[in-house]
């Protein structure tokens, strides 16, 4: 439990809930990184995902209750735009996707941006005898939630102005997704449905909204239509029944890990799945594992814990009486209920393939770090309105 006061029960569900979902996640990444043969190295530790995700556990509790504790209004702009950490965790952001952007162009930076996956999304940070990823694309998601929360907070009703406030606000998420979908369609998409649906919330009219859409539809097509993956996949999804050895073994395999799961599962660390047969299994797939080894009750076991973390949320936004604390409060839960969504509808062969992690299940330090650390301000709004309402009372 993050805090030990007995009259912020909303904020110690939230805590235990996260707590939960990130030890399923901690346990079901060592057991689908097993490998049959494999021989661990503990001079090599940072080298093993799942060993990798024990160090990442701890370490996401300790920074969500040291987040919790700092007051969430030091991140709105009522102080002014260059005293809030919201503008320079925008402006870093930024930063790094141009740096990671420019490698695919230009190859400036081979050692600190490497190419992993055909694709350049990580910044590579030599630490001694370990190297360090880091996914700025992760950072820039969590830098708009707050951006967004706090200039629709300080612009109030002016947010309604279109020229002067509507376009400009629009242009920095724009030049936000553009940096990412040249690489990373499904994060610059749901970077733009967040954004929307935040606008929609602050109450931006929707004839201001609607009209652009058409042109982000068109920008979509066109990102899809001249990248051949991405292209291919959407077929492949629209037939499921071809290319079972090539773009359809992914799908193809996480359903055989869900099915062959039943009612009950295998039992824990009794997949076979994860031997070479489901590629991705530790990060994008993981809920696969989970539905093989735990069968139907543990793949419903985690949604459930997610619907209740989306619960928990959706009330400390109601009781929350700070608009800027509301607009934050309502983008992280959004976020984290987006992509647990469209991560399960990936992995359940609903939604075409994409990269997109499980919040707090999947294996990956930034995801895990940088969730656990949104979660911390929402505790903290949960805990401050839980105080203001004892003082009204």
């Not at 954004?195 to 931006?204: D, H, K, Q, R």
């Not at 051949?228 to 996949?233: L, S």
């Not at 994008?284 to 209740?308: K, P, Q, R, S, Y």
């Amino acid at each position: 439990m993050i805090t030990a006061s007995s009259d912020n029960p909303v904020a110690d569900c939230i805590a235990m809930v996260v707590v939960v979902l990130m030890a399923i996640g901690t346990v079901f990444v060592f057991s689908a990184s097993a490998n049959i043969g494999q021989e661990f190295d503990l001079q090599r530790f940072y080298d093993y995902p799942g060993l990798r995700q024990l160090l990442f556990f701890p370490l996401a509790c300790l920074i969500m209750y040291t987040v919790s504790s700092v007051n969430y209004r030091r991140f709105s702009l009522a102080e002014g735009w260059f005293k809030s950490p919201t503008c320079y965790f925008l402006v870093i952001s930024i930063v790094l996707l141009i740096i990671v952007l420019s490698q695919k162009f230009f190859g400036f930076f081979p050692r600190l941006v490497p190419e992993i996956n055909r694709h350049y999304r990580w910044l590579k940070i030599p630490l001694g005898p370990i190297s360090m990823s880091f996914q700025p694309s992760e950072m820039a998601k969590w830098a708009v939630v707050f951006f967004l929360a706090a200039v629709c907070d300080k612009f109030g009703d002016k947010i309604r102005l279109f020229w002067k406030r509507f376009v400009p606000i629009c242009s920095v998420v724009g030049l936000v997704v553009f940096l990412i979908i040249v690489e990373d369609f499904g994060t610059a998409a749901l970077i733009s449905l967040l954004a929307f649906l935040m606008l929609i919330i602050a109450g931006v009219k929707l004839r201001h909204i609607l009209p652009p859409l058409p042109l982000g539809g068109i920008a979509c097509y066109i990102a899809i239509k001249y990248s051949p993956g991405r292209m291919q996949r959407i077929i492949a999804w629209l037939n499921p029944d071809k290319w079972l050895d090539g773009i359809n073994y992914q799908p193809t395999q996480s359903k055989i890990a869900l099915g062959s799961g039943g009612l009950w599962g295998k039992g824990l660390g009794r997949g076979i799945c994860k031997y070479g047969h489901l590629p991705e299994d530790t990060t994008d797939f993981i809920f696969a594992i989970i539905g093989e080894e735990l069968g139907f009750i543990g793949n419903a076991a985690v949604i459930g814990l997610f619907i209740v973390f989306v619960w928990l949320g959706i009330l400390v936004v109601a009781r929350c009486k700070d608009r800027f604390g509301q607009l934050l409060a309502g983008g992280i839960v959004l976020i984290i209920a987006i992509q647990a969504v469209l991560n399960i509808g990936v992995v359940t062969v609903v939604l075409p393939t994409k990269g997109l992690p499980l919040p707090f299940v999947s294996a990956g330090g930034t995801s895990m770090l940088l969730s656990a650390a949104a979660v911390g301000v929402l505790l903290n709004i949960a805990k401050q309105s839980a105080s203001d309402s004892d003082q009204l009372e």
